[in-house]
């Protein structure tokens, strides 16, 4: 089975099965009364959706590449990102293990 | 009897949408992309289309792991546009054919695929962020949507969608209407959007892919999931909704446009073709 390509996790159903409070927690934030919601109390919000400990962690410190690892696809932790205003190359940077200025700095050399 | 009178593969990304919307085409950093869309937009026009078959991806906005289906099709007079986190595109919502659509679904089935049928559905950037560059966006041209999983793996094989859009084919010229439509196929090109390789794009394989799905699709069916998503990325294993475009045109096709730029950390192309 595919699990990982390059240093980056296939989104298979075992992740899918680990990640799926995170994932609907994220997809919830499709709706603008739950975007406001979420920024209004995180906590609140997250322990609403019924994330674990860790997991509310994980999203109190914007630990994208965690969400990543906990099984989060990238399409759905991006609306998380979205909602708190942070744009996908910050996201995609702190998956690859980089500050964004860090990330930036890399492709200038390219 | 109805007619395929096109094919387009063109990227989506939610990013380039809002950069047309806000008249930046000419922006150096865009205008490649942007410039490559005119002349494919004119020859659209001019092909009176009655209809677009638009092969996609949806992101987590009208389908979630609940319930994801590997393919659906959109039955809908409708299509809203999906708010995707960040609020909507100020685009008015899309038309259907639902005629067409469950004309589509009894010949898919007979054909031996069974796509989920959603008679109500959003759609999100993989079907809007580029059709404003190719069409009147009070929608003149209504739409069916076909979303493919390649997102929740195990997703279907290259081959599949290659036989997928052999059978549009045979769909739309078993349809009793003389109507002249045209199969999108959208995502990709290589693009790499979390891990160790974030950011990644390659040119050569985007420029590869765009030559041999113009002159000699058929090895690119045989291509493995690992092949794909090496060389175009986890994501970019998007491309794969491009091969029922390129099959439902037959064997040989004219080239009529041809785009790649790769501004950001997305390979971005643009093809059309016609049957011949």
């Not at chain 2, 995707?84 to 004309?103: I, V």
């Amino acid at each position: 089975m595919l699990d990982e390509i390059s240093g980056a996790p296939v989104f298979t159903g075992e992740r899918s099965r680990a990640g799926y409070r995170l994932n609907r927690m994220a997809m919830s934030l499709t709706d603008p009364a739950n975007r406001a919601a979420f920024v209004a109390d995180e906590t609140d919000y997250l322990h609403g959706m019924g994330l674990s400990e860790s997991e509310v962690d994980l999203v109190r410190r914007r630990d994208w590449k965690g969400m990543i690892e906990a099984g989060g696809n990238i399409y759905l932790i991006i609306k998380i990102a979205g909602a708190l205003g942070i744009a996908l190359y910050e996201v995609g940077a702190h998956t690859a293990g980089m500050s964004l200025e860090q990330f930036m700095a890399q492709r200038k050399g390219r | 009897m109805g007619r395929i009178v096109g094919g387009i593969g063109s990227s989506h990304a939610p990013s380039f949408g809002p950069v047309y919307d806000k008249g930046q085409q000419k922006d150096p950093m865009w205008a490649p992309l942007f410039d490559g869309y005119v002349p494919v937009r004119t020859w659209l026009e001019a092909l009176r289309p009655d209809l677009f078959i638009v092969v996609y991806n949806d992101h987590g906005n009208q389908f979630f792991f609940n319930s994801y289906p590997t393919f659906a099709l959109g039955a809908s007079e409708m299509y809203p546009q999906a708010d995707e986190g960040w609020g909507k595109r100020d685009l008015p919502d899309m038309r259907g054919d639902p005629d067409f659509s469950w004309h589509l679904a009894r010949n898919l089935i007979d054909d031996e695929f069974d796509p989920t049928i959603c008679q109500e559905m959003s759609v999100d950037h993989g079907v809007m962020s580029f059709m404003p560059m190719l069409t009147d966006t009070r929608w003149p041209v209504p739409i069916v949507p076909f979303a493919v999983n390649v997102i929740q793996h195990p997703v279907p094989k290259a081959r599949r969608l290659y036989k997928l859009g052999q059978a549009f084919r045979r769909a739309v010229e078993s349809y009793p209407k003389d109507i002249r439509v045209v199969v999108f196929g959208t995502g990709g090109l290589s693009h790499q959007l979390q891990g160790a390789r974030f950011g990644f794009t390659d040119p050569d394989w985007d420029n590869e892919f765009l030559d041999r799905l113009e002159t000699d699709p058929e090895p690119l069916a045989a291509l493995s999931h690992r092949e794909y998503m090496e060389r175009g990325g986890t994501e970019g294993i998007e491309m794969m909704n491009w091969l029922p475009m390129r099959a439902a045109l037959g064997p040989k096709v004219k080239r009529i446009g041809r785009t790649y730029h790769a501004p950001m950390i997305t390979g971005y192309g643009l093809l059309a073709l016609e049957p011949v």
